[in-house]
């Protein structure tokens, strides 16, 4: 008889549609935001897994305007899973809406 290993197992209980879309984050300054989000830009180019080229050029103006609320519009896409911690250390993780997807023996930052 032959099991399933436990990663198979999970992959047959995850929910296959698409997951709900994530909460906008309003109090965020949108100065520190536009400098993560440019060097998120560079460090994805440096691995060789850039962003579309039409989402970086609005990401890029996005971050140099300080706009959160479109920063985040243009992230959320890629996004595989969000975590919030508050201030009593309390871990919540929620789906993101980005396809998840299983490498085994090698590495890839973006399918």
């Given at each position: 008889m032959?099991?399933?290993?436990?990663?198979?197992?999970?992959?047959?209980?995850?929910?296959?549609?698409?997951?709900?879309?994530?909460?906008?984050?309003?109090?965020?300054?949108?100065?520190p935001l536009g400098q993560n989000a440019a060097r998120l830009l560079q460090a994805l180019d440096l691995l060789g897994s850039p962003l579309p080229r039409d989402t970086t050029e609005k990401l890029q103006a996005a971050a140099d305007a300080r706009d959160a609320k479109k920063i985040q519009g243009l992230l959320d896409p890629?996004?595989?899973?969000?975590v919030g911690i508050n201030p009593e250390s309390r871990v919540k993780v929620m789906r993101g809406p980005a396809e998840a997807t299983l490498q085994q023996n090698g590495y890839t930052v973006a399918a």
């Open positions: 032959r099991f399933l290993s436990p990663l198979a197992v999970l992959a047959l209980l995850t929910p296959l549609h698409a997951a709900d879309p994530l909460p906008v984050v309003a109090d965020v300054d949108g100065q890629h996004v595989l899973v969000m």
